[in-house]
Nanobody, 128 residues
């Protein structure tokens, strides 16, 4: 059974940085797409950043130049480095993994529908 466990969330001031981790219970394999999503109350889950097994990455416009997604295949872990956090970034952040799809799927409309395995979410509050 595939399990994803997020960690790294926590309170941070605007302008600060956090690194989220998502450890997956099985090996990524050679064909995958993984992503980070976030959700706030009353809103749809939106794709923040994605990465696929070809090495392609994708980012939502709102986080470009501030967030970086990466994977460590040896540790079966995906990361999201978040820098210069802003007041619009607080949300419950989720990681997700699925079979191969282009990374851009993560940030496309309804991108969350493409993923079958999800973590439990980690809260990222940002104080001004």
């Amino acid at each position: 059974q595939v399990q994803l466990v997020e960690s790294g969330g926590g309170s941070v001031q605007a302008g600060g940085s956090l690194r989220l981790s998502c450890t997956i219970s099985v090996s990524f394999g050679n064909d995958y797409c993984m992503g980070w999503f976030r959700q706030t109350p009353g809103k749809e889950r939106e794709g923040v950043a994605g990465i696929d097994s070809s090495g392609e990455t994708s980012y939502a416009d709102s986080v470009k130049e501030r967030f970086t997604i990466s994977v460590d295949n040896v540790k079966n872990t995906m990361y999201l480095q978040m820098n210069n956090l802003k007041s619009e970034d607080p949300a419950l952040y989720y990681c997700a993994v699925g079979g191969f799809r282009p990374a851009r799927v993560v940030v496309a409309v309804n991108g969350a529908n493409a993923f079958g395995y999800w973590g439990q979410g980690t809260q990222v509050p940002v104080s001004s």
